[in-house]
């Protein structure tokens, strides 16, 4: 069974530009979640989705940070503009059916931003 | 909101030793609890996990876990290091009802000297 995907792996820009991330969750997995990890931090939720549907995007910086998921299936996760601070590790995850909680997350291999 | 601690940035341990990190959170209710490993470049892949019963939990790698309801702790525990095991260790809350949403600590570093 294939894993989660992200792309790209690693991605520089300078503050001001926009930049977007790429999530393929393993097939089937109904919630789809993004994270920021800040070097030296946990794993901070941004957004979950249950299909296409946002279940809770409380953390997500709004006036900056943007996702969507399209289908139900891939979703994207951009920011514009960026900033210094948001120099960190992107996550994405996916749980099979349901929001429920014992679904296991499953985390793909992270995209690294840096912001200069 | 439930928050998790986890007291130790580093710890260095010799191969073949056991090894004790620590967890305490903050909840107003059992919460589900969960430790994850993460090497570097890597995802976070979950090693085990407690929502209720039995408060010893076994994992994966030979990694066990003991939830203690008084001490508001989830320590993970392992007899025998090695060098494999040196890697980043999170461990999260997740909210009974909340959708699955986790709350993780800020790791713990683990490094093991040969």
């Known amino acids: 069974e294939a894993g989660v995907a992200q792309s790209p792996r690693y991605k520089i820009i300078e503050k001001r530009q926009s930049v977007a991330f790429w999530c393929n969750p393993i097939?089937?997995?109904?919630?789809l979640y993004w994270y920021q990890q800040i070097l030296g931090q946990g794993p901070k939720l941004l957004i979950q989705?249950?299909?296409?549907?946002?279940?809770?995007d409380s953390q997500l910086p709004k006036d900056r940070f943007s996702a969507e998921r399209l289908k139900g299936v891939d979703s994207t996760l951009k920011i514009q503009p960026a900033k210094l601070e948001d120099s960190a590790v992107y996550l994405c995850?996916?749980?099979?059916?349901?929001?429920?909680?014992?679904?296991?997350?499953?985390f793909g291999p992270g995209t690294r931003l840096t912001v200069l | 909101a439930q928050s998790v601690t986890q007291p130790d940035i580093h710890i260095t341990v010799s191969e073949g030793a056991s090894l004790e990190l620590r967890c305490n959170y903050s909840y107003g209710a059992t919460p589900y609890l969960f430790w994850y490993v993460q090497s570097p470049g890597q995802g976070l892949q979950l090693l085990l996990k407690?929502?209720?019963?039995?408060?010893l939990v076994q994992g994966i790698k030979g990694f066990e876990a003991e939830f203690k309801r008084s001490q508001s702790s989830f320590n993970l525990r392992k007899p025998s290091v090695h060098w494999s095991d040196a890697a980043e260790y999170f461990c999260?809350?997740?909210?009974?009802?909340?959708?699955?949403?986790?709350?993780f600590g800020t790791g713990t570093q683990l490094k093991v000297e040969l």
């Open positions: 407690y929502f209720s019963g039995d408060t």
């Open positions: 989705f249950q299909n296409n549907g946002v279940v809770d």
């Open positions: 995850a996916s749980s099979p059916s349901g929001a429920g909680l014992g679904n296991e997350q499953f």
């Open positions: 097939s089937g997995h109904a919630t």
């Open positions: 999260a809350v997740g909210e009974p009802g909340g959708g699955n949403k986790l709350t």
